[in-house]
């Protein structure tokens, strides 16, 4: 049985998160964007994002760095925290 399944390049899945992130999507309690300007593999991406209402995060500001292998969107991206968070599948002192 032939499959009707196809491969989105990554640089195309990337490039349409970064259209996304320079449009503003969402309701604005994240946002993301490349880390270095000039990262034509966009491999590395800041986010920002905001504890959401009624947790033990809620209007605390976190912000973590993406970055996406070349086997993105396969494979997910690896993620560190910048911003100290107290949560226990955080490491303390890596922020991974």
Known sequence: MASNSYKVPRNFQLLRELEEAEKGCGDGSISWGLLHADDMQLNCWS???????????????????????????????????????????????TGV
């Open 47 to 93: 986010c920002l994002i905001i504890g959401p209402p009624g947790t033990n995060f809620e209007n605390r500001v976190y912000t973590l760095i993406l970055e996406c292998g070349v086997n993105y969107p396969i494979e997910p991206p690896s993620a560190k925290f910048v911003t100290k968070i107290r949560m226990k599948e955080v490491n303390d002192q």
